[in-house]
């Protein structure tokens, strides 16, 4: 049977009111608006319904694609409360696809299962960084989007009118971990050089059972390091970011350095394990200055820049990471051994 659409829907200048019950909750909302873009870098605009393709986006969205960011999405309490201060601004003007009633994203953790009509969705990124400040930024002095706004891929097709109930589910204790490899290399960031080091890492740990959901070359920047570090510990929240190179005497050698910047508490153990056991290969392991630190839920560990390298570092501690990254999730308790 079809769904009865709700009359009033959207964010737009006027409309307004929470649920029946005056409140927001956390478990469920009501789907406000779906808008689209038939054009990147432009606002867009409301339609009556929207097709979700499975790891793709909305059918007819210009930022759908294969990439972690297939749909938008907003609080519609959050845009509510911009537009009672004056912004006045309509559905899609920050480039949402979905305006949620009653639903705080910002407070949800990446991978949370968002169901709304015949669609399921899945949350991979909270919050973006804001390249270039918009019109709304201009006016406002701000914009909500990049604090407040998430993006989720596609986990099941289907298709969801305004006036769906859109229901929560937290993610499950025992999924499987997420992780990202990033490898410094001058050479390899401008292709004078084929990164195996990444990739050999991020076999291991697909073999692992892990989750690896980007790889990265970069220069030996310490800047764009930490900007990375943090949007893949902050927006991302994977489990487990590693970095291959850049742990050794240079002057452009600034991985630990760029790391321990980044951290909250520091995690020595692991790269103190590291150096221990790579000693017994070769002395020359005393060399590396690698780190491994924790920031907010995300365990960082630096490796050495060559393949076999890596190979030998992540073997040692791999077998051990997991009852670290399920105590950093909350899935597991530290207990002292008998």
Sequence with gaps: MEQEVKQETGTGKGAGGKQADGKAHSGEGIVKAICIS?????????????????????EGDAHAGHWHRQVSLLSYDKVLAFNERGANVDDGAFGENLVVEGIDFRALPVGTRLYAGTVQLEMTQIGKECHSHCTIYQRMGECIMPREGVFA??????????????????????????????TLSDKGAKGERKDE???????????????????????????????????????????????????????????????????????????????????QVTDRAMLSRGASVIRKKTLIVNLPGSPKAVKESLGFILDSLDHGLKILRGSASECARR
């Design 38 to 58: 038939d054009v990147r870098g432009i606002e867009k605009h409301s339609i009556p319904e929207a097709h979700f393709l499975v790891d793709f986006g909305i």
């Design 197 to 279: 080091s990444g990739p050999a890492a991020a076999q291991m740990l697909t073999e692992a059972g892990y989750d690896v959901v980007e790889t990265l070359i970069l220069p030996d920047e310490p800047s764009l390091l930490k900007v990375q570090l943090i949007r893949l510990a902050d927006s991302r929240q994977v489990d487990l970011v590693l970095t291959s190179g850049g742990t050794g005497f240079s002057m452009r050698d600034q991985t630990p350095e760029a790391t321990m910047a980044v951290a909250d508490r520091n995690a020595p153990g692991i790269a103190e394990a590291i150096r221990y056991k790579s000693m």
């Design 153 to 182: 891929k596609v986990v099941k097709e289907g298709i969801i009118r305004p006036g769906d109930k859109m229901r929560v589910e937290e993610p499950a204790a025992d999924r499987p971990f997420t992780a990202a490899v990033i």
